[in-house]
């Protein structure tokens, strides 16, 4: 099993159990070393001391905090004397409803499992917030930082996300929709095309070509061969939405929209959209 990040107590009431948390997401990208242009050899990273204009060897550093010019020598011991009791015990605030949390706040995911004689507890929050629709909000101490996380039930298991506090998320009007212009045909296509799109969450069927390109471009120079640049996608701007959604539906060719220029397309376009819900329904 994966080696845990946290470990500690979940309380909320006067219930507690013992937890541990385990990253249940991390990013994969090719990492390149840094080399010397003319012979090759790798580029090392020195420490070095400004006063003694010397290297210095990493057990030789100490943290320290920039106080108006001078700085304020800190060390390890020093900041274990001022963590906050969630550095062991995450309690439980409030429990609010899921779809009233916003994404945007969600930082990084965990998994949350019981440790030793928490089984039981952590069964019943699981499942009372399966069943309630409910999240919980609690505060934990780690990585030199109190947390805000969301706990959620996730298909078998307990969900933890880390939030951003609500001055770390950029608040702006610049990305108000105004729909106030959208006619009602244009609606109907789109929720079409929408429809015909539509499939099951399988994020596995997606990869980063970025970074399979990456891959495949060094595996060619390992072997000797010239490497191909990726083809420009070059993008048209969208002059004509109307005919641009009717292209795009004769594109996906569904059941139910037989060609652009009848049959079930025109009569999608005639329905107001109030009425298209209810004659979807019926059929």
Not at 54 to 78: A, H, L, T
Not at 110 to 122: F, L
């Amino acid at each position: 099993m994966a080696t845990s990040i946290w470990k500690g107590h979940l309380t909320f009431g006067l219930v507690s159990f013992p937890v541990r948390l385990f990253t249940a997401a991390r990013s994969e990208s090719i990492g390149f070393n840094q080399l010397h242009k003319h012979d090759g050899s790798r580029i090392k990273q020195v420490t070095f001391c400004a006063a003694e204009d010397k290297p210095i060897p990493r057990s030789e550093i100490v943290k320290g905090y920039d106080e108006k010019g001078k700085y304020v020598v800190i060390d390890d011991e020093d900041i274990k004397k001022v963590a906050p009791k969630t550095a062991k015990v995450m309690e439980i605030q409030e429990f609010v409803k899921g779809d009233s949390v916003d994404p945007v706040f969600l930082e990084s995911s965990y998994y949350m499992a019981p440790d030793e004689g928490g089984e039981k507890p952590y069964s019943l929050l699981f499942e009372t917030l399966r069943e309630t629709g409910y999240f919980g909000i609690a505060k934990v101490a780690m990585h030199n930082r109190e947390h805000v996380v969301v706990l959620r039930p996730g298909g078998r298991g307990m969900v933890l996300h880390t939030m951003y506090y609500a001055d770390e998320v950029r608040r702006t009007d610049e990305f108000r929709v105004d729909a106030t212009n959208l006619k009602d045909k244009e609606l109907a296509l789109a929720r079409m095309l929408v429809e015909s799109l539509a499939g099951e969450f399988e994020p596995e069927k997606y990869s980063d070509a970025y970074r399979d390109n990456l891959r495949k471009m060094i595996d060619s120079k390992v072997a000797g061969q010239e490497v191909m640049a990726t083809p420009e996608t070059h993008m048209a701007p969208v002059i004509d939405i109307m005919e641009a959604l009717r292209k795009s539906l004769e594109m996906r060719k569904p059941p139910m929209v037989a060609t652009a220029s009848g049959g079930a397309l025109e009569a999608a376009e005639e329905l107001p959209v109030a009425k298209r819900g209810r004659k979807a329904k019926a059929g």
